[in-house]
């Protein structure tokens, strides 16, 4: 089985440019989580979807960043107006629902590292 | 205040036994602490969770927990280490009110030395 699928592993965007990023999670996970890693924040929360369905974006900045989930197979993070301070691995994972663990369990894509000169 | 803190850094030699902590700060009667390892490459490895629930500590392989729930504390413990067991581990809480989003520490980076 393949795990989570994240494109372009790489990307490189001059000031004020247009990012897209791609999720393919792992088939038949009905939830899909996007998170944010730099060194000075760590970890942080975006936004997930379960069974296509936005449920929580309170982790997104308001402004310049969307996510949508058209089908199951994938999921997309646009970053509009892209800013040197977006620069970060943006990582994707999914899980088979959120009943509680096994089944809550994530599985995280390799990332892709975005950076904004 | 951080939620879920880790020290940054250790390191130990092959084939020794080797201790992670992990402090969290939560008011859930139910939770989970999960523990992830970032490989080198960037990639997220689960490796074994916990739920507040369990009365026993949990194991998974050579990885098993510690789970002090008083304490509001938690340990990795990884058994007969290897050289490929370094990278970065992360503990994650999750908690029903927040929809079980991941809130996670900063990361203890393991050097295991052959």
């Known amino acids: 089985n393949a795990g989570v699928i994240q494109t372009p592993r790489h990307k490189v965007t001059g000031k004020g440019q247009e990012a897209t990023l791609w999720c393919e999670p792992i088939s038949g996970h009905s939830a899909v989580f996007w998170y944010r890693q730099t060194i000075v924040q760590g970890l942080e929360f975006l936004t997930y979807?379960?069974?296509?369905?936005?449920?929580?974006d309170s982790g997104m900045p308001k402004e310049r960043f969307s996510a949508q989930m058209p089908n199951q197979s994938h999921s997309t993070l646009k970053i509009q107006s892209t800013q040197p301070q977006d620069s970060a691995v943006y990582l994707c994972a999914s899980s088979l629902d959120r009943l509680g663990p096994p089944q809550d369990t994530q599985y995280f894509g390799p990332g892709t590292r975005l950076l904004v000169l | 205040a951080q939620k879920v803190t880790q020290v940054q850094s250790t390191g130990s030699s092959q084939w020794g036994e080797v201790t992670l902590h992990c402090s969290y700060e939560t008011s859930e009667y139910f939770y989970v602490i999960l523990w992830y390892k970032q490989l080198f490459s960037g990639e997220m490895v689960f490796l074994i969770y916990q739920t507040s629930f369990d009365t026993q500590n949990q194991r998974n392989s050579r990885y098993s927990v510690v789970f002090q729930k008083s304490l509001k504390s938690i340990s990795l413990v990884i058994s007969a280490s290897q050289p490929e067991d370094s990278g970065t581990y992360f503990c994650?809480?999750?908690?029903?009110?927040?929809?079980?989003?991941?809130?996670w520490g900063s990361g203890t980076k393991l050097i295991i030395k052959p």
């Open positions: 994650a809480l999750s908690e029903p009110h927040s929809n079980y989003q991941l809130i």
């Open positions: 979807f379960r069974n296509q369905a936005p449920i929580d």
